[in-house]
């Protein structure tokens, strides 16, 4: 538990051909890690995720990576949520000194995201050192019971020094032998396909070998982000999968549950409708959303809370990306100026004035993160207003099987643990798939079918979903034509 270097899975050896190590988010939806090395001893990180949703309990898996960050070259980053770049700072204090390949929205919300994420790091510790503290009064001379951050936001200011940002369908060079091309995945702002040309050695000549990792893919149809991009052709394919088995509600569906939902316990009921919300891309979704109703008219006339610095600052950085958002977004801003607001919205950053909304008993809807319940200014939420049978908690995105956010939702559940005490259930708890950034396993298949031709694509790995998730829709491939469809288990190595 103390801060190390743990690199139990590397070892060094003489590469002939390209390999890909699957590190992390195999057969499960945290920790994206993929380690290419090339016939030509190039060593390139596709994502450098954290793994989330245990609390303390992912800490040692966080520090070992599997890798020596001192002898990686680069890393490519598909985007910036924390379970695909929560790491970064953390390589680079352990020595990494190369580039970090990204958009240039990617690189501004890693700036920000990043920063938070060691804010939250120093409390969790904090924390958890106090407990470890009172059950050891007795210490052993000379032996450490506390734990480090992984990082600081000393480390994140450093991190941020090695970002190497290039916009979309640019193609350019890693290396001499090395091309890589970004496509927009339409999963979140900045989020991007990213597409390898890889140089070597194969049956005694050399050829280009195209390598592709998804890195997550977004919905066909939403209502701030754009359609996934056609991206080329390639040989090798890394792929998401986290709704592998499952299938969203249509959008337009989602924003009519959304209206019935706020009606409900808003007006009839007169409580308070609770959102978990991720702070980047999932808030201003259904800021957007709420944004049209009001426009429309059909929105109660009810307060409106975003109760998190995050969701206020990521935004920002939304509104600075116009030309990255839907075409449904940049016409609602040629008579709406600001698609992220509207005058019975109210973004909240100051501690006090959070604190002071669960004390109101007035009609409202409160978006916080975090999307899991795992912590944040929602957690303290839910636990004021779980046992108000007039309130409303509604899940809207994906939560680990681990996670407060997954528990809640367990059927026929009567009580649950939040900080540490018991309470009752008589909220209503509700959840809307349909906001997912995530798409669903018929939108993947559309997409990459669209984007590709299965016959030319010689292997097709399975990353980020859950085991019996990324089991199902390797079948999803093979029956849409792909071949040599593989699912790889954590620190499995593959020869290409």
């Known amino acids: 538990m103390h801060m190390c270097k743990l690199f139990t899975n590397f070892v060094p050896q003489i590469v002939k051909t390209m390999k890909i190590q699957f590190l992390g988010a195999t057969r499960e939806v945290t920790g994206s890690k993929h380690l290419i090395t090339t016939d030509s001893g190039h060593t390139i ?8 949703g245990k609390g303390m309990e992912t800490d040692a898996d966080n520090r070992d990576l599997g890798f020596d960050p001192a002898t990686l ?8 949520h924390i379970d ?40 969790d510790v904090r924390t958890y050192n106090k407990k470890i503290d009172k059950q050891n009064p007795h210490k052993e001379k000379g032996k450490k019971y506390f734990v480090e951050p992984l990082y600081n936001q000393h480390d994140v200011d450093r991190a941020m020094k090695h970002f190497v940002t290039y916009s979309y369908d640019r193609r350019f060079r890693l290396f001499d032998d090395v091309l890589l091309t970004f496509t927009n995945s339409g999963h979140m702002l900045g989020g991007a396909i990213c597409s390898l040309e890889i140089y070597e050695e194969e049956a005694g000549k050399k050829v280009w070998k195209r390598l592709t990792y998804t890195g997550d893919i977004g919905r066909l149809h939403s209502h701030i982000l754009p359609s996934p991009q056609l991206f080329p052709q390639c040989d090798y394919l890394i792929c998401e999968s986290t709704y592998g088995d499952r299938l969203h509600d249509d959008p337009m569906v989602t924003e009519e549950q959304l209206l019935g939902i706020v009606d409900d316990t808003c007006v009839y009921r ?6 978990p919300s991720f702070s980047v891309g999932r808030t201003q979704e259904i800021v957007y959303v709420l944004n049209q109703l009001y426009n429309d008219g059909r929105l109660p006339h009810i307060p409106v809370y975003v109760d998190s610095p995050m969701s206020t600052n990521a935004t920002q950085i939304f509104r600075m990306y116009p ?9 609602t801003m040629r008579f709406d100026t600001d698609p992220f607001g509207f005058n019975t919205l109210r973004y909240i950053t100051d501690i006090r004035e959070s604190k002071a909304l669960n004390h109101k008993d007035e009609p409202c809807i409160i978006i916080s993160a975090s999307g899991m319940l795992e912590a944040g200014r929602i957690k303290h939420h839910v636990a004021n207003h779980i046992s108000d049978p007039r309130c409303t908690v509604l899940i809207v995105g ?4 681990t996670t407060l956010g997954a528990r809640i939702q367990e059927p026929g559940l009567q009580w649950i643990s939040i900080f540490g005490l018991d309470r009752k259930i008589k909220a209503q708890i509700t959840k809307l798939e349909g906001f997912s950034g995530h798409g669903d396993y018929k939108e993947m298949l559309d997409y990459l079918t669209r984007s590709l ?14 085991e019996e998730a990324a089991t199902t829709y390797k079948g999803h491939l093979e029956d849409a034509g792909f071949k040599q469809v593989e699912v790889p288990q954590k620190g499995q190595s593959v020869e290409l």
């Open 45 to 52: 990180l596709l994502d450098c995720g954290m793994y989330q």
């Open 73 to 80: 070259d680069c890393v490519v980053l598909s985007h910036a």
């Open 84 to 123: 695909h770049s929560g790491l970064i700072p953390y390589i680079v204090k352990l020595g990494f000194k190369g580039d970090i390949y990204c958009t240039p929205a990617t690189r501004d919300l890693c700036a920000l995201m990043l920063a938070d994420t060691a804010f939250i790091q120093e409390q």
């Open 270 to 275: 007169k409580g308070q409708l609770l959102i």
């Open 323 to 331: 030309d990255e958002l839907s075409d449904e977004v940049q016409d």
């Open 398 to 401: 994906y939560c680990a099987p």
């Open 453 to 466: 031709l299965p016959e030319q694509v010689k292997k097709v790995f399975v990353v980020h979903g859950e």
